[in-house]
């Protein structure tokens, strides 16, 4: 039996992974980065800091 800790941990990772997937759609539309700051509730810098390395990889 796996522990909640483990389980709440394998949550944040999908919850990431569909965060990524929304920021990449949403700037391959045209969202900037700012405007994806504001829906993650972080500022656009923060947002391009975080997920730009990855869109680009």
């Known amino acids: 039996m796996r522990s ?3 389980a709440a941990a394998l949550h944040r ?6 965060i990524l ?6 700037r391959k ?5 700012g405007r994806n700051g504001e ?3 972080i500022s656009g810098e ?3 800091q975080k997920y730009g ?4 990889a």
């Open 39 to 41: 829906m993650l509730g």
């Open 53 to 56: 390395k990855l869109i680009a």
């Open 13 to 18: 990772v999908i919850a990431e992974l569909e």
């Open 29 to 33: 539309n045209g969202m900037t980065w």
């Open 4 to 6: 909640p800790t483990y």
């Open 46 to 48: 923060a947002a391009r």
């Open 21 to 26: 997937d929304a920021v990449i759609s949403a």
